[in-house]
């Protein structure tokens, strides 16, 4: 299984200078773009948890056979609404910024919780490391964080050299990760085509 995580940029200073109402609208519609992007690259929209997006693909879901580079494509989609909304709003002064992690691994998929506070969802620690290499992102001061296991994916020659080692909450060892721009993204992309 391959996750997506995004989260938007210091959300809270938006919070405190933006009215609720229009800050609704732009997540409104930052996440429908979200899930459209998400949908139309063969991947599932898992939740969203506040400000966050959680994806997922699954090889063979939907016909779904690089999960990756579906991911990356994705998250190319959530980066351009991002952009088309600090266009169209002025008040947000080019100030909405999202930031990703992609991970790949072992996860399980079920029912969790009780009685009518059920969820379908994915768990385990490919998920939870998806989260922290998002929340990595920022430490990066790059946009997008992709694990080692989701570079396997990749053309070599792209990640092989730019791999770096981070330390993640929850993990006892650095992991190895590649971190890129969205700019560097669409590069990738290309290369993939």
């Known amino acids: 299984m391959t996750i997506l995580v995004t989260d938007i940029r210091n959300f809270t200073g938006l919070n405190e200078r933006l ?3 229009l800050l609704a609208r732009i997540l409104g519609r930052l996440f429908r773009v979200s899930t459209e992007s998400v949908e139309k690259h063969g991947g599932v929209v898992d939740k969203f948890i506040g400000d966050a997006v959680m994806a997922r693909w699954m090889a063979g879901e939907k016909g779904e056979k690089k999960p990756v580079k ?3 494509l994705a998250v190319l989609g959530m980066w351009r609404v991002v952009q088309d909304l ?8 080019n100030a909405l910024r999202i930031g990703a992690g992609i991970n790949s691994g072992q996860a399980v998929l079920g029912n969790l919780g009780t009685g009518g506070s059920r969820e379908y969802t994915a768990i385990g620690d490919s998920v939870n490391v998806a989260f922290r290499l998002e929340t990595a992102s920022k430490e990066l001061k790059k946009d997008v964080v ?11 020659q792209f990640w092989m ?7 993640v909450k929850g993990k006892n060892e650095p ?3 590649l971190a890129l721009t969205f700019e560097e993204v669409e590069k990738l992309i290309q290369i993939m085509e």
């Open 19 to 21: 009215p609720p109402e």
């Open 86 to 93: 600090n266009r169209d709003h002025p008040e947000l002064s």
């Open 70 to 72: 579906s991911a990356l």
């Open 146 to 156: 992709i694990g080692q296991a989701s570079c396997e994916a990749l053309p070599r």
């Open 161 to 167: 050299k730019k791999l770096q080692l981070v330390s």
């Open 175 to 177: 992991i190895k990760v």
